[in-house]
């Protein structure tokens, strides 16, 4: 195929918002930051660009990476082409592609907005969209039609089958707004009860004891709620990791892959801010917030420590010491599409390898802080089994019996999480986003020999 011409030459204005859009799309997909940074970054200063325009920008950029194969298909196809598969390598290095891929993806609703800033090109986007609605998509490609690379489409329906077209589907739409309910500020049953006197269309979690579900993009700052740290953002997958955990009051527990510090907080929470709860991570950058969010949620047992690997020697002294490890390892993200799409082009067979061993190498470093009789679990927002099971089970063998795998609905039960049995395959907690509508999780409990 020719490549498309038009190149973002121009420096980026209000006046040129498709130019600027075709460039963001372009640096997304150099991954050096995501999208909502870049998104940020671009806006920042003093801007022509109306807030208006930066919202439609941003759901266009997101519409074209959930659906990239699409466009790449549909913009071969109005040139009478045939898409050459899409690297995107090539979104790199030819600005064209973006600039066309960022025309047919841009969204309809977020079109007035374009026209208020550039009224030309909204028409032309109009009428390009136009064209490439009486396009035929019989015969696509599958890639084109459930918005994923063949790799992964491969991989997935190794593991759900037919499932996988409601599976992509459901990568596709956007993630609701779940909230955890700080047990150390509030009850559930309150809390639901004050945003819905808010007018919030606010309902319980199906399965988190503590989780609230709202529609995507409620706005949390002006609520009282939010304001006195009675509420926390979390996916309702990720409460469930923290629930299998079952920390408790006056116990030492570590979260191996801190980050900032989001299962620290629902693990702190069940602690009822009693006993000593580490935070580590490799990337000191992450820890910075954790000590406002701790102070917002009224924690005050949280100890951030930045490693310089995993096998850092100030954890020698709590070596065989901890009651629960939680590592919440560094992964593909591939369960959270629905919030970060660009990551299913970000990855591929190599990263995924390449993560695995990192995973092993983490899992048998944080296991060794676990003391006899202790908890060790393992998770990732990964959908994938050579992050999952993979791993849990290579684990499992290479500790000959000193660490015995822990069946996660008892653990889940214990921990008054509702209706366990849904959650879980083969012993470990499994989530997926067409099954329980939350990300996609994977974790597995382990008990250390005493
Ligand atoms: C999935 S994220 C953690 C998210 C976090 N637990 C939360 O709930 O918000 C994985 C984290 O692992 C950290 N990490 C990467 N390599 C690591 C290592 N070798 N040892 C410890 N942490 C590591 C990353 O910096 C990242 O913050």
């Not at 026209?115 to 696509?140: F, K, N």
């Amino acid at each position: 195929m020719t490549r498309p011409t038009r190149a973002p030459a121009r420096r980026p204005t209000a006046a040129a918002p498709l130019t600027l859009a075709a460039r963001l799309l372009q640096e997304t997909l150099r991954f050096q930051q995501p999208p909502d940074a870049l998104l940020a970054e671009a806006f920042r200063g003093p801007q022509r660009v109306g807030a208006r325009l930066r919202h439609a920008m941003g759901d266009a950029l997101y519409a074209a990476l959930r659906d990239l194969p699409r466009w790449h298909w549909l913009a071969a196809a109005l040139q009478g082409q045939a898409a050459a598969p899409l690297d995107v390598a090539r979104y790199r290095t030819q600005p064209g592609w973006c600039d066309a891929v960022m025309r047919l993806a841009w969204p309809a609703a977020a079109l007035p907005a374009l026209a208020d800033a550039d009224a030309a090109a909204a028409a032309e986007v109009e009428a390009l969209q136009a064209r490439a609605a009486g396009v035929p998509l019989a015969d696509t490609p599958e890639a084109v039609r459930l918005g994923l690379p063949d790799w992964l489409i491969d991989r997935l329906r190794d593991q759900v089958g037919a499932e996988v077209e409601a599976l992509a589907a459901a990568l596709r739409q956007p993630a609701p707004l779940d909230l955890r309910v700080n047990a150390l500020r509030a009850k559930r049953s309150a809390v639901l009860a004050e945003l819905q006197a808010a007018g919030l269309p606010a309902a319980a979690t199906p399965h988190a004891p503590w989780g609230i579900r709202l529609p995507a993009r409620v706005p949390l700052q002006g609520l009282e709620a939010y304001a006195r740290g009675a509420i926390e953002v979390q996916d309702e997958g990720s409460q469930l990791i923290a629930a299998l955990v079952g920390a408790r009051r006056g116990e030492t527990v570590a979260d191996f892959c801190a980050g900032a510090g989001g299962k620290t907080l629902a693990l702190g929470a069940d602690m009822r801010d009693s006993g000593r709860l580490y935070a580590l991570d490799t990337v000191a950058r992450r820890l910075q917030a954790l000590p406002a969010r701790a102070q917002r949620a009224g924690l005050t047992q949280v100890h951030p420590m930045a490693l310089a690997h995993e096998r850092d020697e100030r954890l020698q002294r709590l070596a065989g010491k901890i009651d629960r490890v939680l590592v919440d390892a560094p992964c593909t993200g591939l369960g959270t599409l629905r919030r970060h799409p660009q990551l299913m082009w970000r990855h591929h067979p190599d990263s995924v390898a390449e993560l695995a061993a990192l995973q092993q190498r983490i899992l048998a470093a944080a296991a060794a802080l676990v003391r006899p009789g202790g908890r060790l679990v393992y998770a990732t927002c990964s959908l994938l089994v050579e992050e999952n099971e993979h791993v849990a089970q290579a684990f499992t063998a290479a500790m000959r019996g000193d660490f015995v795998p822990l069946d996660a609905p008892t653990l889940l039960a214990e921990a008054r999480v509702t209706a366990p049995q849904a959650l879980v395959t083969d012993g470990y907690l499994r989530l997926w986003p067409h099954r329980h509508g939350t990300d996609g999780f994977f974790a597995a409990a382990w008990q250390r020999r005493a």
